[in-house]
Nanobody, 124 residues
């Protein structure tokens, strides 16, 4: 059974940083892994993704250079370093696994596998 487990979400103040982790408990389940987020009242949006060969992609709309994706192949873990967090980054952050970077942001088709999410709240 495929299991993606996110961790690292919590409440922080504006300007602080967080690192989210996503571990593939059943190993690397798909070529590419990465992150989405869903802000209350808005559609789920792709943030970034990285593949086994190191290729990666970032959203061109948000959060514009403040987030960095990385991976540890040995532990089947993908990270999202989030710096200078702002209230508009408050969201549920989801890990996902997909066969390719191409449809990451269009979600057509959507990723094969999803984690349950980790909540990030940014407020003063």
């Amino acid at each position: 059974q495929v299991e993606l487990v996110e961790s690292g979400g919590r409440s922080v103040q504006p300007g602080e940083s967080l690192r989210l982790s996503c571990e593939g408990k059943s190993g690397r389940v798909s070529n590419c892994m990465g992150w989405f987020r869903q802000i209350p009242g808005k559609k789920r949006e792709g943030i970034a993704a990285i593949c086994e060969d190191g290729s990666h992609t970032y959203s061109t709309t948000s959060p514009k250079g403040r987030f960095t994706i990385s991976q540890d192949e040995a532990s089947h873990t993908v990270y999202l370093q989030m710096n200078n967090l702002q209230p508009e980054d408050t969201a549920m952050y989801y890990c996902a696994a997909h066969f390719s970077l191409g449809p990451w942001f269009s979600q057509a088709p959507p990723p094969n596998y999803w984690g349950r999410g980790t909540q990030v709240t940014v407020s003063s």
